[in-house]
Nanobody, 130 residues
């Protein structure tokens, strides 16, 4: 049974850091794209970062997080991480990890089409506030 379990969210002050984890079970990360998305109050869900082994579109960062966030994977632990540095209030959102392999095998990370992602974690709240 495929499952994604997120952890690492919480309350942090501006300028602080958090590391989110997305632990996968029931499958291995090979040939899957793993994406991080976030949804702030009153806004649509948006792609934040993604990692894939497809050979095309193998990584992604949104313009707003480039240089601050880093996505990585630990194959031994079957886990994907999102290291978030220099957090700002505008980063406040529920963060979700998602996985897919149907289209990702050939197309890699396709973050603009949120509805295509089939498997989702439950989300973890990140709040950046003084």
């Amino acid at each position: 049974q495929l499952q994604l379990v997120e952890s690492g969210g919480g309350l942090v002050q501006p300028g602080g850091s958090l590391r989110l984890s997305c632990a996968a079970s029931g499958f291995t990360l090979d040939y899957y794209a793993i994406g991080w998305f976030r949804q702030a109050p009153g806004k649509e869900r948006e792609g934040v970062s993604c990692i894939s082994t497809s050979g095309i579109n193998t990584d992604y960062y949104s313009d707003s997080v480039k240089g601050r966030f880093t996505i990585s994977r630990d194959d031994a632990k079957n886990t994907v991480y999102l290291q978030m540095n220099s957090l700002q209030p505008e980063d406040t959102a529920v963060y979700y990890c998602a996985a897919d392999n149907l289209w990702a095998v050939h197309h890699g990370c396709v973050m603009s089409k949120v509805v295509l992602w089939r498997y989702w974690g439950q989300g973890t709240q990140v709040t950046v506030s003084s």
